[in-house]
């Protein structure tokens, strides 16, 4: 039993640092809804840094608004972003 607490402590700082991904594009995910900000690519690395890609349809105040939430989430670590040529599927 002893070494199962050890093995345990031992992984959990991994579990959480595996989470960080999960946990940045589940919060993007909710402020990209909140703003109607649809028309966008968007996926996290297991840091917690996330990459979005926004399509045609989205406005350029809609990105400088989105970009200043996404930066001041504390579950996300950075943010690198463009625009494509493309417009996305809506994210649902």
């Given at each position: 039993m002893r070494h199962f607490a050890v093995i345990a402590l031992m992984l959990m700082p991994a579990?959480?640092?595996?989470?960080?991904?999960?946990?940045?594009?589940?919060?993007?995910?909710?402020?990209?809804?909140?703003?109607?900000?649809?028309?966008?690519?968007?996926t996290a690395n297991d840091a917690g840094r996330l990459t979005l890609l926004f399509g045609n349809q989205v406005a350029d105040w809609q990105i400088r608004v989105v970009l200043k939430k996404l930066e001041q989430d504390p579950a996300i670590q950075g943010v690198t972003h463009a625009r494509a040529e493309t417009d996305f599927c809506p994210i649902r």
């Open positions: 579990s959480s640092w595996a989470n960080r991904g999960i946990e940045a594009e589940r919060a993007a995910e909710r402020i990209l809804l909140s703003e109607n900000v649809a028309h966008v690519y968007f």
